[in-house]
């Protein structure tokens, strides 16, 4: 009935002497949701969501899935003319390479024909004179104009200038060489430009991406592989509305990047000089609104026939039982012990305390998730470097004190709850009860009565 399964709050690569990029295979990173994945109430993990859910069964400890999938191969030749003459001409010798640090460029958005105003972007020519020509003459010529946002991953990057508006779409212009460096000062974070690419290092085309999140170990690992070449410096509000784009699972790779609505870019202007606004390039704190950045709560579900439970009492019997059961609980009764009798919810019974959920509110870090990170970075520079093998580092991870603290509390994320009951959990104070009603979108499987502890 319960399908209690754990989402892994780890990233692990499986580096190689040349990791292929494509658009056949997704895995999730670290704080992503698996779309459609509300469960009772637990969701899924990023890798095994479709098996789990097959299943219906209990996922296996926490282990070390693979690196969240890069910028996509563009594998398609589309010829496209350009939308109109362009005023400078990058293409030729008109402009030099160090007269290209003289320009920027204006990116007007909209979602769903909304504007959400305008990036501005200046470039690092001086780093990659190839890239950032390239992306000028595009830009020029209008090719970006119309296109959308095809891949949308919050805790990573937006990926657009697909030719057509697919991960498939390639520039007309042909590929160009790859210019990358492990120099901290073109290093990919918030606000980076920088070229999707195939496996091929000198692939790059038309595709271009923007980094969402400065902290993901798949944004680390771009450094040295892909090719930054130029930096935001206004435009925090228009990136963020863009990378807030609700997603569902792409059906080639299963990659929850799919955006839900449409992310476009309506124009793009080149400008000449040295742009007139900028800001902080950062990303904004999330605001919780008073709420608890994490809460422990024990409850108990009161469920009915026909919820996909194993109840076979009716709604009207299930409701009479849940108002008599929090009656009980908030007169003083025992709690695990009203959940072993009354719980319609057998999986969480084995926790201890009985019933438990120890949840994340959105977008909040388990305790030591950055030690665990900072770890996983080390062992992976190990493996980068040859000095260590991938098994090697795998083993001492897993033996690690940081990772058995982390792992010894397995932290859910609010979103992976149906609404009711993570609303309802997070408006509780330590030792209150309280109760999530039935409610056929927010809390679909019964009542929840529900008890913070901690």
């Known amino acids: 009935m319960k399908k209690l399964l754990i989402l892994p709050l780890l990233v692990f ?4 002497d040349n990791i292929q990029i494509d658009n056949t295979t997704g895995v999730q990173n670290v704080s992503n949701t698996v779309a459609n994945a509300d469960s009772l109430p637990a969701g ?46 990058f293409e030729g010798t008109e402009v030099s390479d160090a007269q290209l640090s003289e320009f920027y460029v204006e990116v007007d958005a909209s979602i769903d024909g909304k504007s959400v105003g305008t990036m501005t972007f200046v470039f690092w020519p001086e780093k990659a004179p190839i890239t950032v020509r390239n992306f000028l003459r595009y830009c ?35 590929t160009i060489k790859g210019e990358f460096s492990n120099d901290p000062q073109w290093a990919h974070r918030y606000g980076v430009l920088s ?19 400065s902290e993901s170990p798949s944004v680390h690992a771009l450094d040295g592989k892909y090719a930054s070449f130029g930096i935001m410096v206004h435009g925090v509000k228009t990136l963020e509305a863009i990378a807030e784009v609700k997603t569902k699972a792409n059906p080639m790779s299963g990659e929850p990047s799919q955006p839900l609505q449409r992310a ?15 800001e902080a390039i950062k990303r904004p704190a999330f605001d919780l609104h008073g709420e608890a950045e994490r809460v422990k709560i024990q409850h108990i579900l009161i469920s009915f026939a026909g919820t996909g439970t194993e109840a076979t009492r009716t709604k009207e019997e299930a409701e009479a039982l849940a108002k008599d059961i929090l009656a009980q ?6 709690f695990d012990a009203l959940v072993r009798s009354n719980t319609d919810d057998p999986g969480s019974v084995a926790s201890t305390p009985p019933g438990s959920y120890p949840l994340l509110n959105n977008r909040q870090k388990a305790p030591g998730e950055d030690l665990v990170m900072a770890l996983q970075t080390k062992l992976l520079a190990e493996v980068e470097a040859e000095t260590k093998t ?17 792992s010894a509390t397995r932290w859910m994320p609010r979103g992976q709850m149906v ?12 030792g209150e009860i309280g109760i999530c009603n039935f409610d056929p979108a927010a809390s679909k499987f019964g009542w929840h009565i529900i008890k913070r502890y901690e």
């Open 329 to 334: 609980a908030q007169n003083g009764a025992d």
């Open 390 to 406: 991938m098994e090697a580092a795998k083993a001492e991870f897993m033996a690690s004190e940081v990772f058995k603290s982390f």
């Open 44 to 89: 899924a993990s990023a890798a095994g969501a479709k098996a789990n859910q097959a299943a219906g069964t209990a996922a296996s400890p926490l282990t070390m899935p693979e690196l969240q999938q890069e910028p996509i191969a563009e594998k398609v030749v589309v010829n496209v003319k350009p939308k109109r003459e362009g005023q400078f001409h």
């Open 264 to 278: 476009i870019v309506d124009t793009v202007r080149v400008m000449r000089g040295t742009p007139s606004v900028s």
């Open 140 to 174: 020029d010529e209008g090719f970006y104009d119309g296109k959308i946002y095809h891949r949308i991953l919050r805790e990573f990057m937006i990926q657009g200038g697909s030719s057509d508006n697919t991960a498939a779409g390639k520039g007309p212009n042909g």
């Open 419 to 430: 609404s009711g009951f993570g609303d309802t959990a997070f408006s509780l104070q330590v």
């Open 13 to 16: 690569a499986a580096c190689s």
């Open 195 to 213: 070229m999707a690419r195939g496996g091929d290092p000198d692939s790059a085309s038309g595709q271009y991406f923007v980094i969402t999140d």
